[in-house]
């Protein structure tokens, strides 16, 4: 079992940047694939980016693709969201998730089994 935590949230402005990161315990990290998902108020919890175990692929939401990376260290249990070129509607609470049911990068909530408790991102205009 592993346990996530994200930081790194917090309100901007359209246009600016911000790094998340989701650490988690234990000793099998590499053995994980990992997701963040993001749900907006009165909104469905939705897909944003997933990377696969030793990091060689990742997936993007059409939405953040271009302006969001994914990437992880496998050597300090960390994952990490790059946000870019921010917009009012990716304000939204960011969760990490993990999951060693599927290889690749699992686009779906029941792919993962775990979650963190997330971070709220808050973009104005």
């Known amino acids: 079992q592993v346990q996530l935590e994200e930081s790194g949230g917090g309100l901007v402005q359209a246009g600016d940047s911000l790094r998340l990161s989701c650490v988690a315990s234990g000793r099998t990290f590499s053995s994980y694939t990992l997701a963040w998902f993001r749900q907006a108020p009165g909104k469905e919890r939705e897909f944003v980016a997933a990377i696969a175990r030793r990091g060689g692929s990742t997936s993007y939401a059409d939405s953040v693709r271009g302006r969001f990376t994914c990437s992880r260290d496998n050597a300090k249990n960390t994952m990490y969201l790059q946000m870019n070129s921010l917009k009012p509607e990716d304000s939204a609470i960011y969760y990490c998730?993990?999951?060693?049911?599927?290889?690749?990068?699992?686009?779906?909530?029941?792919?993962?089994?775990?979650w963190g408790q997330g971070t709220q991102v808050t973009v104005s205009s």
């Open positions: 998730a993990g999951g060693v049911r599927y290889n690749g990068t699992p686009v779906y909530q029941h792919q993962y089994d775990y």
